[in-house]
């Protein structure tokens, strides 16, 4: 993990599924791999698999992304090949992107 590419947004927060199960987060983070789009990594403690879509789960984050400074469109879920098990991958809408930036995200890709 370099400072450059791997940028934590949030630290533990609680978040809750569409059926009210609270899960234990432990981080937000971006990792620039080098194409200049946004993906946001959300790691959980525990397995949350098949919740990748889950609306309610994803509002928490975004919930939590806003109590950081986040004031722009909704994430959405990720590719599902990205999901892994105590990993929730999203997608960040363009608007994310001045927000990114503003934490130390750089785009690896305008360097090429």
């Known amino acids: 993990m370099t400072q450059?590419?791997?940028?934590?947004?949030?630290?533990?927060?609680?978040a809750s599924d569409?059926?009210?199960?609270?899960?234990?987060a432990?981080?937000?983070?971006?990792?620039?791999?080098?194409?200049?789009?946004?993906?946001?990594?959300?790691?959980?403690?525990?397995?949350i698999s098949g919740l990748h879509k889950d609306k309610a789960l994803i509002g928490a984050v975004v919930a939590q992304?806003?109590?950081v400074g986040y004031k722009?469109?909704?994430l959405t879920a990720g590719d599902p090949v990205l999901q892994e098990g105590r990993l929730?991958?999203?997608?960040a809408p363009?608007?994310?992107?001045a927000f990114?930036?503003?934490?130390g995200w750089k785009d690896l890709s305008e360097d090429f």
């Open 88 to 91: 929730l991958v999203l997608e």
């Open 4 to 14: 450059d590419t791997d940028i934590q947004l949030s630290g533990p927060f609680k």
């Open 65 to 67: 992304l806003r109590t």
């Open 100 to 103: 990114a930036v503003s934490k």
């Open 26 to 47: 432990s981080a937000i983070r971006i990792f620039d791999e080098g194409y200049g789009a946004i993906d946001v990594y959300v790691d959980f403690k525990a397995p």
């Open 18 to 24: 569409g059926s009210g199960r609270a899960h234990d």
């Open 72 to 74: 722009g469109p909704d």
């Open 94 to 97: 363009d608007e994310f992107t």
